[in-house]
Antibody, heavy 126, light 107 residues
Framework: QVQLQQWGAGLLKPSETLSLTCAVY????????WSWIRQPPGKGLEWIGE???????NYNPSLKSRVTISVDTSKNQFSLKLSSVTAADTAVYYC????????????????????WGQGTLVTVSS | DIQMTQSPSSLSASVGDRVTITCRAS??????LAWFQQKPGKAPKSLIY???SLQSGVPSKFSGSGSGTDFTLTISSLQPEDFATYYC?????????FGQGTRLEIK
């Protein structure tokens, strides 16, 4: 059974850097893309970015200038850093496994999310 | 970015009812659409991928259909544990985007 367990600081001041880590237990680490997704309180879901076991990344253009996602394959972990946070970055942050499902010889460009971490509430406040 | 629009935004139904939620993409996404269920304070749970394929362990009361720009999620015989918020997600192209959610409430 695949489990994602995440952790990181929950209270930040404006201009600080958000840092979260997600550990993957069970299943293969390679062969998937590993994503960060966030959800502001009472709002919908926003994809932040992803990384694979080789360190190849894709980021949401809306956050790209402030986001760094890294991977540690020796520990089956991946991490998120978001710089220069403001109150608008207050959200529950989730890590998730991205899976590519191909059928009939056709594959999507990206991934759907089949396993999620438990979420971490990050609050930005002075 | 591909915009995903769900309707309705909220829905009231009774135990035993059958309900349908719609998701529309701003451009064609083939069948690269997933559905999630989220309960308060919990992470989203995968229900359906490839528009109509049931995620392992998800009961067959959940079904999905559609292709191109228009998709539906149908839940038959609603039970108390089905009252939650449902999201669609397109994974046809970057960036991945989600619908705004449909809140399913008990009538």
């Amino acid at each position: 059974q695949v489990q994602l367990q995440q952790w990181g600081a929950g209270l930040l001041k404006p201009s600080e850097t958000l840092s979260l880590t997600c550990a993957v237990y069970g299943g293969s680490f390679s062969g998937y893309y590993w994503s960060w997704i966030r959800q502001p309180p009472g709002k919908g879901l926003e994809w932040i970015g992803e990384i694979n076991h080789s360190g190849s990344t894709n980021y949401n253009p809306s956050l790209k200038s402030r986001v760094t996602i890294s991977v540690d394959t020796s520990k089956n972990q991946f991490s998120l850093k978001l710089s220069s946070v403001t109150a608008a970055d207050t959200a529950v942050y989730y890590c998730a496994r991205g899976k590519r499902y191909c059928s009939g010889g056709s594959c999507p460009r990206t991934y759907y999310f089949d396993y999620w971490g438990q979420g971490t509430l990050v609050t930005v406040s002075s | 970015d591909i915009q995903m629009t769900q309707s309705p935004s909220s829905l009231s139904a009774s135990v035993g009812d059958r309900v349908t939620i719609t998701c529309r993409a701003s451009q064609g996404i083939s069948n690269y659409l997933a559905w999630f269920q989220q309960k308060p304070g919990k992470a989203p749970k995968s229900l359906i991928y490839a528009a109509s394929s049931l995620q392992s362990g998800v009961p067959s009361k959940f079904s999905g259909s559609g292709s191109g720009t228009d998709f539906t999620l149908t839940i038959s015989s609603l039970q108390p544990e089905d009252f939650a918020t449902y999201y669609c997600q397109q994974y046809n192209s970057y960036p991945v985007t989600f619908g705004q959610g449909t809140r399913l409430e008990i009538k």
